[in-house]
């Protein structure tokens, strides 16, 4: 069967292309910066159809030999229009102003964009500006916070960056910058991600129904693109915060050939803190920090081919430096990510279009201390150091097939090296020629390789029906033991009467790699590990069915019911704990999981007024058989009901304000039910007897905590200088003070449970500039 699939993928292009049939082919492209437009709608009126651009703004479209009336057109620019005799294959690169007082804006042109026309279902695009009109936490404008805002996305708790998709786990999501996977994505303890807003193109979030160039997670894909530096003019922007500054700088270094863009954070609470921690802990000195670097070239060799390089790096930091007359310690603790990325696009023709690359991704978490002690002469060290993570080399290569409009192809190949370090703690001790020691304990590496192919075909039949049907097959190889999976993905649309659009999908999904969790806040403790002989891969399946439709030209709205089952996924045992040196396989165990629910949202990108509503209706279920005796519970983030508004108005090009009010059922925590005294009698003396007091928990996830809600707002002032615009954002996080429950704990004194709440309502101020 899997034969006759690819044999007619492969055929399928010549049986559909005659002699009379030519191509337009080329780039759309910001006409301000050369930065190419992810998903630009091309459109003929003449035939009645379209196509898009791919990920690296390159679009194609064949066309019976006649005249043509073509449009392009993208979200926020101005859209081109073109008409000309198609005689011959055509080269047309397109640049799209975003001045939209331009009066070249097509009815027509604008129908391509509409949700209705769209095969894909739970995928959300944000636009990169609306996400930064979101009042921040703290002045730092985070684009995970934005998409735990989209029905379906849930938080980990107040403040926290995790993104618990669809039922899902933070592991599961395939969280891309520039196509390379990043394995934590957070600062802070998960208050804030490591993306900066400010070196960010483009934010696309898949919660189900994923294409089958997608893999390797469960829940969700979000695929985050950097910008690529401008291209005909050099530029900046910065902001300067209450606990951090970042700038931004990009700009030609051949004007139309290569470009580059620089952008860097970072925090400085511990340059402010550092006198006053000197003056109150005299010789001690500590402080934490985290910072973020991204950088980018791009060289275009000519039409057929451009070069992509870019990279980042990040790393929170907490140290402790002790020091006196004969003793010095240092210690603390560092987590960070590194990612690169090599690219080269090769327009091999104009229907043919391929992308290679190269990436490198490495997570590290470093806990160490060293102290040395000099007494009589003698000195004494001694040295700790914990550290894990996990690295990856991949390679891949993905290729755009565009025969016919009714027609676009995708399918590739992808090659990964896992390197898994789970955990270890090296000592080293000198006791000058008395004693050396210098040992490693804990868990050796584990080396890894994970493979898979795709094929896909987004096809449409007639004017009603279109379907993305697609097949991913990988593999996972580790100590001799190596797991397959093949993975059947579908999707369709129908178009309805009224331009209602019946939307269905069909997806399964398969994880070889785990985050070991204590489903807590986000710590950089997680352990990364693999699949084994006796882990087996985690595996789903899921279905949605919706309708979509937009309202007007601005308003889209989609309602959507979708069911997910979950096998093989991994949990701590009750009781174990990551800091222990024993094989971490004997301290988890596998279950099974489900999840169901409804979406509702409505989204306005465009106008004065943009903003979304969001709501979700889900139940989230897991079951253990050494968790909760082996009965089911409803999972920690089990939700139900998930309401989130988010609004922004701009009053005119120097006022703007901005809101978002989010309301969540309570989390599911479990708590002791029964307390009492046990009598441990002292034989030897009656006087000494002991009682212990016995704490008997409930059933997993017995309670659940109160609910969670908050208003945010912001307000804008934009001003325009001569060389310079420069903007001050002001505002406020949880407006009413709403004390929300972050963990509950119990009192024994009072013999009752307390609740913490962390945060307040917090004012802040940034100073934002561009030049």
């Known amino acids: 069967m899997k034969k006759i699939i690819i044999s007619f993928f492969i055929l399928l292009p010549f049986l559909l292309i005659g002699q009379d049939k030519f191509t337009i082919s080329g780039y759309i492209e910001d006409a301000k910066t050369g930065e190419k437009l992810i998903e630009g709608n091309v459109w003929d009126d003449v035939s009645n159809s379209g196509t898009t651009s791919n990920l690296y703004g390159f679009y194609s479209i064949t066309l019976p030999k006649d005249t043509v009336k073509i449009s392009f057109s993208?979200?926020?620019?101005?859209?081109?229009?073109?008409?000309?005799?198609?005689d011959k294959d055509i080269t047309l690169n397109v640049p799209l102003s975003d001045d939209l007082t331009l009066d070249v804006v097509t009815v027509t042109a604008e129908s391509a964009e509409k949700i209705e026309n769209e095969t894909q279902m739970s995928k959300v695009e944000v636009p990169i500006e609306q996400i930064k009109k979101?009042?921040?936490l703290l002045g730092e404008v985070d684009v995970l916070k934005a998409m735990q805002l989209l029905p379906g996305v849930q938080s980990g708790g107040e403040g926290t960056s995790g993104l618990y998709v669809r039922g899902g786990s933070p592991d599961q999501n395939l969280i891309l910058l520039d196509g390379v996977p990043v394995y934590n994505v957070s600062h802070l303890f998960g208050f804030f991600s490591v993306f900066n807003a400010d070196a960010i193109k483009n934010v696309t979030l898949t919660k189900g129904g994923f294409p089958a160039r997608y893999g390797g997670r469960l829940s969700s894909v979000l695929d985050i693109s950097m910008k690529e530096g401008n291209l005909r003019e050099y530029h900046g922007e910065g902001s300067i915060g209450i606990i951090a500054s970042k700038l931004t700088l990009e700009g030609p270094i051949v004007k139309e050939k290569t470009s580059f863009l620089v952008s860097a954070r970072r925090t400085y609470i511990d340059l402010l803190a550092r006198p006053?921690?000197?003056?109150?802990l005299d010789g001690e000195t500590t402080g934490y920090y985290f910072y973020d670097l991204n950088a980018k070239i791009n060289h275009k060799f000519n039409d057929k081919h451009r070069l992509y390089a870019?990279?980042?790096?990040?790393?929170?930091?907490?140290?402790?430096n002790i020091t006196d007359s004969n003793y010095e310690e240092k210690g603390g603790f560092d987590w960070g990510n590194i990612t690169s990325a090599l690219r080269w696009n090769w327009m091999i023709n104009n229907q043919l279009f391929a992308n290679t690359t190269l990436t490198y991704s490495r997570y590290r978490f470093d806990v160490g201390t060293e102290s040395t002690e000099t007494d009589n002469g003698e000195t004494f060290s001694f040295a700790a150091k914990y550290f894990s993570g996990i690295e990856d080399f991949a390679a891949k290569i993905d290729f755009?097939?565009?025969?016919?409009p009714n027609h676009y192809i995708r399918f590739g190949a992808n090659a990964i090296h896992h390197t898994f370090s789970p955990g270890a703690l090296q000592y080293q001790i000198e006791d000058g020629d008395n004693f050396n020691l210098d040992t490693i304990i804990g868990t050796s590496d584990t080396r890894a390789w994970e493979y898979f192919a795709y094929i896909e075909d987004d096809l449409k039949i007639g004017d009603n029906f279109s379907a993305n049907i697609g097949f991913h097959f990988s593999a996972f190889t580790v100590n001799n033991k190596t797991y397959y999976s093949p993975q059947a993905r579908i999707g369709a649309r129908y178009l309805l009467p009224k331009s209602f659009a019946l939307k269905a999908s069909y997806a399964m999904m398969t994880q070889y790699i785990h985050l070991l969790t204590n489903e807590g806040i986000g710590l950089p403790t997680d352990l990364w590990v693999p699949s084994t002989e006796n882990i087996t891969p985690q595996d789903s399946w899921q279905v949605a069915l919706g309708l979509a439709k937009t309202f007007g030209t601005e308003y889209e709205v989609s309602i959507e019911g979708y069911y997910k089952k979950m096998n093989n996924l991994l949990s701590y045992k009750e009781g174990a704990s990551f800091f222990s040196f024993s094989d971490w396989q004997t301290k988890v165990t596998q279950g099974v999981g489900d999840s169901y629910g409804v979406e509702f949202f409505v989204q306005k990108k465009k106008g004065n007024t943009t903003g979304w509503l969001g709501y979700t209706l889900s139940w989230n279920n897991r079951q253990f058989e050494e968790i909760n005796s082996g009965k089911e519970y409803p999972f920690k983030y089990d939700r139900r009901h998930d309401l989130s508004i988010v609004l922004s108005h701009s009053f005119n090009d120097k006022i703007s304000v901005s809101g978002t009010w989010v309301y969540g059922t309570g989390n599911s925590i479990t708590l002791n039910e029964v307390r009492y005294l046990s009598f441990n009698p002292n034989n030897n003396n009656p006087g000494l007897n002991e009682q212990d007091e016995i704490e008997v928990p409930g059933s997993k996830n017995n309670y659940r905590m109160d609910a969670y809600h908050r208003l945010d707002i912001g307000i804008d002032f934009r001003k325009e200088k001569k060389r310079y615009e420069r903007t001050f954002s002001l505002g406020a996080y949880n407006l009413y003070s709403r004390k929300n429950p972050f963990y509950i704990y119990y009192n024994s004194s009072e013999n009752t449970f307390k609740q913490v709440s962390i945060f307040p309502i917090i004012p802040y101020f940034t100073y934002k500039f561009k030049f």
Do not use: C, H, N, R
């Open 74 to 86: 993208y979200m926020g620019y101005a859209t081109q229009s073109f008409e000309l005799f198609l």
């Open 134 to 136: 979101i009042p921040p």
């Open 276 to 280: 006053f921690i000197k003056q109150q």
């Open 310 to 320: 870019s990279a980042y790096t990040g790393k929170d930091v907490f140290y402790l």
């Open 400 to 404: 755009d097939y565009m025969p016919d």
